[in-house]
């Protein structure tokens, strides 16, 4: 299958679902990975640029550890807007990436880049075999199946499934931490995390280890199976 894991800044797929991606690679299914924005406030030292070129970098490099290839839509960073010309781009990624399985945001999250990410996702899996609507890439004729993973702490979020990514949690480790520049803007405000020994990345594998206890393995990360018509399967495809 091909796996399409799509996140609305550079290290949210690896904060959130890199356990189950490196499994998927461990299959032999061909993982994308792709974020709507480019990060491009994600630096109080460098220009807006610079900043985003530094995190695509880091997302590219990320994803070379379980053979995915990287995509970025380069939206402003908090900036990012509905529009006709976003749900264009979002089909032509799904249709390039011919995706069996979507992955991304919850629809409810604290971040309304990844609440306006999972909307378009959620609303254009339905339209990918569509051909009267023109993108770059050919339509594709299958409607991916849709998951969510959970949002930043998890709050209201009740998972449907859980995947085992005991075996991946190095492979997580060590995609987070192509993050540099994320990292270091994490000390520098401390605001965002529970206390001054975290980072999203330390907090991401207290998530994995709550869940790995809720699902009686040692790490876990949990989804929930979208509930609009089209997106659903019997069964699970996930790993
Ligand atoms: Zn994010």
């Known amino acids: 299958m091909n796996i399409l894991a799509i ?59 379980i053979n995915a290839e990287y995509i970025c839509l380069d939206y402003d960073d908090e900036m990012f807007f509905e529009s006709r010309e976003a749900r264009l781009a979002f089909i032509n990624l799904v249709r390039y990436c011919k995706a069996d399985v979507i992955l991304t945001h919850n629809l409810t999250d604290y971040n309304p880049d990844h609440e306006l990410t999972a909307k378009i996702v959620r609303d254009i899996t339905v339209m990918i075999p569509i051909a009267k609507l023109k993108t770059e890439s050919k339509p594709h004729d299958v409607i991916p199946a849709l998951y969510h993973w959970e949002p930043l702490h998890s709050h209201g979020f009740l998972p449907t499934h859980y995947v085992d990514i005991t075996d ?24 965002f995390v529970a206390d001054e020994n975290e980072d999203f990345f330390s907090e991401s594998l207290i998530t994995s280890r709550f869940r790995g206890i809720q699902s009686r393995v040692r790490y876990a990360e949990a989804f929930r199976l979208a509930d609009n018509a089209y997106a659903v399967r019997a069964g699970s495809l996930l790993p």
């Open 168 to 191: 991946f949690i190095e492979v997580k480790k060590k995609m987070c931490s192509e993050h540099v520049s994320q990292i270091a803007w994490m000390e520098d405000n401390k605001q």
């Open 7 to 65: 996140g609305a800044h550079p290290d949210d797929v690896e904060v959130y679902a890199a356990g189950t991606l490196a499994k998927y690679n461990s299959l032999g299914h061909k993982v994308f990975i792709a974020t709507a924005t480019n990060g491009n406030i994600g630096s109080a030292t460098l220009s807006m640029e610079e900043i985003a070129r530094v995190r695509k970098e880091e997302a590219r490099r990320s994803a070379a550890h």
